[in-house]
């Protein structure tokens, strides 16, 4: 039930913010790049990030792939047997939760939020295994996700944490995400 909730606020603040087209982390989304000095769970971490129109962001990490693929989540899941690629870490909340991330043109359904254009989250089982069956190629799965409260990833930005990207699906479903936030980092530095 908890979840339900969360969901209906959640799509209730993205649809607040979904005419919006500004370059703040406020008004678009954006890809976060971990500043070197960020230790922790984010070191190294490159992260999406779309505002929810209530102060508040919804994001993933968009680097972090584990040794697990949908395979091995989902064994009796025949469609997920050809999926060989990593499930990512997404995020510290929700870990026990599959979510995917997709690209198309239309909304695949189902509790579905969008992103930015044409790059979609979807958050219920039943639509998720019908994006394995049917566009596992442009899609990537992920254990979790970052939910930042209202206010706080300015907090954060405020504090130096992050560096900020115009967002970019290319890079957040990227085969593979080795050397990415060194790419980032080194393009942020020249931005500045």
Known sequence: ???RTFFVALAAGLALAAGARAADVNQ?????????QLGDFYRSAVLFARPMGNGGHLGFIVNRPTNVSMKEVFPEHEPSGKL???VFLGGPLHVDSVFAVVQRSASPGGRTITLADNLFLVM????????IEQNSDRTRFFAGIVVWRPGELEQELSSGFWYVLDHDAALVLRKTTDGLWEELVGRSGRML
């Open 1 to 3: 039930m908890r979840f």
């Open 28 to 36: 678009s989304p954006v890809l976060l790049v971990a500043k070197p």
């Open 84 to 86: 060989t690629e990593p």
């Open 124 to 131: 219920d089982g039943k639509t998720v295994d019908r994006v």
